[in-house]
């Protein structure tokens, strides 16, 4: 039996790249939190106290939003900053605190901790890795209050002086966006997913990145040695002579397949044998667009409208829409982009409270293309604001979540309402314009011959699809190891969904994360229709090199032998030693060589 490293962590990974480096250890658990007893006379003195400090917080947050966007643009997606601001907006919790400390009659932060003591006690009965994400979001807003309250100085990673890893058990968005990111190489964090926080703002600054850590903050010191392997997900403290050595050839190879990738990124995916593969970009928002170009992106495929809705008192209204589109429809040409519509609900929580009520398994629940039949007004007004901006450029719209033709069908008749209308009102917009869907529920897949015969188009949405195939929450690092994109169960989905759309004569795209990966788009490929890849915009170059290095005869042999295999691990297996065979693999095909 080969021996076992005690000196290495296995995480989730959220951010591609291999660091080498002394590890700073942020520490925000040690803060002391007393009961002090506040007399009658000045409890309304400690409210008015907490709601200053409310405010506060709000405002830095606000502030550091603003600069967030001044600064990236697109590159870092504003949602991370709505579930804070949610947080110290909701009345509830607000309203909880005042009355502890007018019943108790303590201090504020002494009513913040009893207040987390609830919800850590509520949540603790709740195995699911979204819940354990929301009490983390609580828990670092919370904390952010206590620390206003008691005037505490907390660690700044704006004063560092010299290159670290940040080993912490969180990262706030307010710690990673203040750092002085000169400095900051690398990040290992104990908790969270590969969307969580720190996983989304590490890999929109290209800082490599380890999540799900478990507790490797308890046994880190600011000091020690560290090596974060962002492609494979593990992290080695206090590497050995050996170690050393190794995962610093893994990270001079890394580096200079990463600059000799990004000098062909303009380059044209074609296999060897001339096959075409049109490659298109994800986007958080339409910030995002200037990214397309950096990184060769050829339109986009997956527009996700939610940012629009969140972290506001009000609903978008039909004008604010459709200049976001246009801008999209103007900025993609001569390429298209796919719009798809709103996926409010599970992880994204609309701040207008009237139109959402809290759900106890959100993923499960009032979400995506539900929500909008549910509220057919919004739905309308998002449809007419995306048929006004397809007069200006190549859109398509997408519902997500299907799973019933119903579903298709009353959402149409909803567009054709919004088409009569513009009609009526001398408004242009495409008439023509294409309407598909998404793919991504076993129930979608099962009627997908049925499905295809009410749009022009699928979109495999491969992350949700393995998550509600194989019963897991995918950020969830208990479960992680069932996240198995090669499980035969998968594998047989996707070729159905192909051979349905390939029967009906309807073009297929996939927009999950296998789409960026080479180890599985070559899977895709050979499996059929799939012949245009949606990621994000830092996959692409990677894998349009990968692509010029394969030939689809190869493609459709490597999917035809691993449908016939048993498992995802002999299939990983299997495709693994595929890979071996082609000088150019990008990074995450192979953690063993780094991409070389």
Known sequence: MPAINKNISHGIPASSGIV???????????????????????????????????????????????????????????????????????????????????????????????????????????????????????????????????????????????????????????????????????????????????????????????????????????????????????????????????????????????????????????????????????????????????????????????????????LPNEEEQFEDYKKVAEAVTPYHAVIRTLDIGGDKIISVAKYYESEPNPALGLRAIRFCLKNPNIFKTQLRAILRASHYGRLKIMYPLITATDEILEANKILETAKEELGKEGIAFDEDIEVGIMIETPSSVMIADILARHCSFFSIGTNDLIQYTMAIDRVNENVAYLYQPLSPAIIRMLARVMKSADDAGVKVSVCGKMAGDPRYAMLLLGLGQAHTLSMDVHSIPRLKRFIRSISMEDCRALAKKALELDGASETEAFISREMAKYMVVAERSDPTNAGV
């Not at 990236?72 to 804070?84: Q, T």
Request: proline share 3%.
């Open 20 to 314: 080498i480096g002394k590890a700073y250890v942020l520490d925000r658990h040690h803060i002391c939190i007393l009961e002090h007893p506040i007399p009658p006379d000045k409890i309304e003195s400690e409210i008015e106290m907490f709601r200053e400090a409310v405010e506060r917080s709000n405002n830095e947050m606000a502030e550091l939003r603003d600069k967030t966007k001044e600064e990236f643009g697109g590159a870092v997606p504003l949602s991370i900053f709505d579930s804070h601001t949610q947080i110290l907006n909701d009345p509830a919790l607000l309203q909880e605190v005042e009355e502890t400390i007018e019943e108790r009659g303590c201090n504020a932060e002494w009513a913040l901790k009893l207040l987390l003591e609830k919800y850590e006690n509520r949540f603790s009965k709740i195995h699911d890795g979204y819940f354990r994400e929301r009490l983390n979001d609580i828990e670092q807003a919370i904390t952010k209050l206590q620390l206003i309250l008691i005037n505490h100085e907390s660690q700044s990673l704006a004063d560092l002086s010299e290159h670290v890893i940040i080993v912490s058990h969180d990262l706030t968005p307010t710690d990673t966006l203040q750092m002085n990111r000169e400095m900051v190489i690398g990040f290992a964090i104990d908790g969270g997913g590969a969307t969580s926080h720190a996983g989304i703002l590490a890999s929109s600054m290209d800082i490599p990145a380890v999540v799900g850590l478990r507790n490797l903050s308890h046994t880190v010191r600011s000091g020690d040695h560290l090596i974060v392997d962002g492609n494979s997900g593990e992290v080695i403290h206090l590497p050995d002579k050996e170690q050393f050595l190794d995962y610093n050839r893994r990270r001079q190879n890394y580096l200079y397949f990463d600059q000799e990738v990004h000098a062909q990124k303009d380059l044209h995916a074609t296999t060897t044998d001339d096959h075409s593969i049109t490659i298109q970009a994800n986007i958080e928002s339409s910030d995002d667009l200037r990214h397309l170009v950096e990184h060769g992106a050829e339109g986009v495929g997956l527009y996700r409208t939610e940012y629009l809705y969140l972290n506001r008192n009000t």
